[in-house]
């Protein structure tokens, strides 16, 4: 009984190893990009279109239209990052219903390493949007006593997401393995349902929390003109 | 550890790798297409707008023309219509002057054909009234017409009461000339002799008598003297043959009318016969 499919090890030589998280991925990743080039190789600007692409279109524009409703002023520019994410781990949970398949999602390394992404992707898209100093003002608001309040937050947000993925994922798996081996009818396919569905919202969740996240880092000098504004008409008004 | 960092940095690489593969074959088409569609959307609806705006101002343009087509249409209706009637108008003016003309030219023509009837008739009525009256006073009284009107003639003399007299004596005197008899035929030397006796009792003595001879004097004898006259002749017979016979004609042109036109009638009813 492995707890993470990181001990699954197929081939290795010193450093490097090939277990089935890193195959499990490739798997999904070859879905997800033959599947994208298959259906968008004949997109159609008609009114007319093919059910797969308007899937697609729904799958993207819902993203979109999600980035959107958080905040962010320029969907388009985080549609990659944040959607990838979201597929990512909404194909990882959805495998599941094929047998002997491990989501990659259930290793800590896997979700490590997405959270380790939105580490670093949160100050370069704010940095991006207002320069260096401009990031690295908003660690000191709203006073500078919040500053280590600020960077504990940033890290224990980061292994908070890493944590709640990989727990989620695997404990999914770990039920299903636990039910197979005590009541194997009926039961194991309910909790898959279950399991289908936590890990849609483990999806969104996922992704959303990024998405906040880069709203915040990103909203920061955006919004303090406009406070500036509405406490000077306030001012002026008393 | 559940965290084994080569799977970390694999994963990590992984998910880069697949973010950029995304981008390529998911989102950037996806994207691209939807916004073409829009884009064809929008200008196909802005192509409608323009079409409709233009349709509108055609409409309109084909109206005001209909419109400025219908008030020509109609003046020049009313331009026809009052060169028709004025046309018209003029034609029965000239037919109804041309039918005055002819049936003056026809009434003219009628007047002239009587005329000459008129004058013919007396012509020959007086020649047969001589011819009848010649033979009737030979064969009957054994005395010659012209002896008879002489005979008259002196009687109408005698008959003359005072105050006619008095007026031919009058005139008589102021006039320089002759006292003139004009007949129509040769008087016998007996016959003015007799004339000269009864005018000279009548009204005195006087210059001897001119005796003239003018065959247009329709049979008669006349005294003529300053503008009087004492006169005997057959034209007021003749006036009341002439009067006699004009009405004779008159009804002779209404009954012939009358006759051809239950011809005209008649030959209409056969015309229609014919057809049957």
């Given amino acids: 009984m492995n707890?993470?499919?990181?001990?699954?090890?197929?081939?290795?030589?010193?450093?490097?190893?090939?277990?089935?998280?890193?195959?499990?991925?490739?798997?999904?990743?070859?879905?997800?990009?033959?599947?994208?080039?298959?259906?968008?190789?004949?997109?159609?600007?008609?009114?007319?279109?093919?059910?797969w692409q308007n899937l697609l279109e729904i799958i993207v524009t819902g993203i979109n239209q999600q980035i959107e409703e958080v905040g962010l002023k320029n969907p388009q520019k985080y549609l990659s990052f944040l959607g990838s994410l979201f597929l990512f781990v909404a194909m990882a949970s959805l495998f599941t219903v094929v047998p002997g398949y491990e989501p990659p999602t259930g290793s800590l390394s896997t979700t490590t390493a997405l959270a380790i992404c939105v580490f670093i992707a949160v100050p370069m898209f704010g940095i991006e949007q207002s320069g260096v100093g401009g990031y690295l003002r908003s660690y000191l608001q709203p006073t500078v006593i919040m500053l280590p309040f600020n960077i504990v937050s940033e890290i224990s947000r980061t292994l908070a997401l890493a944590v709640r993925l990989f727990g989620n994922m695997m404990s999914g798996t770990m039920i299903l393995a636990i039910l197979l081996t005590i009541t194997p009818f009926i039961f194991p396919i309910i909790m898959s349902a279950l399991g289908l569905l936590t890990g849609m919202v483990q999806a969104y969740i996922f992704s959303i929390l990024a998405t906040v996240y880069i709203a915040a880092a990103t909203r920061v000098r955006s919004t303090k003109p406009e406070g500036e504004a509405e406490n000077k008409t306030e001012s002026e008004s008393k | 550890m559940l965290i084994d960092w080569f799977t970390v940095i694999a994963q990590v690489i992984n998910f880069l790798i697949l973010v950029w593969l995304l981008k390529r074959f998911l989102y950037r088409p996806i994207l691209d297409a939807i916004d073409a569609r829009e884009k064809r959307i929008a200008?196909?609806?802005?192509?409608?707008?323009?079409?409709?705006?233009?349709?509108?101002?055609?409409?309109?343009?084909?109206?005001?023309?209909?419109?400025?087509?219908?008030?020509?249409?109609?003046?020049?209706?009313?331009?026809?219509?009052?060169?028709?009637?004025?046309?018209?108008?003029?034609?029965?003016?000239?037919a109804r002057q041309e039918s005055e003309d002819l049936r003056g030219r026809l009434e003219q023509a009628l007047r002239n054909e009587q005329q000459s009837l008129n004058e013919e008739l007396g012509r020959r009525a007086r020649e047969e009234v001589f011819a009848i009256a010649r033979k009737v006073l030979s064969d009957l009284a054994g005395t010659s017409l012209e002896q008879r009107m002489t005979d008259i003639f002196l009687d109408s003399l005698h008959k003359l009461n005072k105050a006619q007299i008095t007026e031919l004596k009058s005139a008589l005197k102021k006039s320089s000339d002759a006292l003139r008899v004009r007949t129509a035929f040769q008087l016998s030397e007996k016959q003015s002799a007799a004339i000269e006796t009864a005018v000279a009792e009548i009204l005195g003595k006087q210059k001897p008598l001119e005796f003239i001879i003018v065959p247009d004097l329709v049979s008669g004898i006349e005294i003529i003297s300053g503008g009087r006259k004492i006169a005997w002749s057959i034209t007021d017979y003749l006036d009341s043959l002439a009067n006699s016979v004009d009405d004779l004609l008159k009804n002779k042109t209404a009954t012939e009318g009358a006759v051809a036109e239950k011809t005209a009638a008649t030959t209409g009813q056969d015309v229609e016969n014919n057809e049957h």
């Fill in chain 1, 3 to 51: 707890l993470s499919p990181d001990n699954i090890i197929y081939w290795q030589m010193g450093f490097f190893k090939l277990n089935a998280t890193i195959v499990y991925t490739w798997g999904l990743m070859l879905v997800l990009v033959i599947g994208s080039k298959l259906i968008t190789r004949n997109l159609s600007t008609e009114q007319q279109r093919s059910r």
């Fill in chain 2, 43 to 94: 200008a196909k609806i802005a192509d409608a707008e323009t079409k409709e705006t233009e349709a509108q101002k055609q409409r309109e343009e084909y109206q005001q023309k209909n419109e400025v087509f219908d008030q020509q249409r109609n003046a020049h209706m009313n331009e026809m219509q009052e060169a028709a009637k004025t046309e018209r108008a003029q034609l029965l003016d000239a």
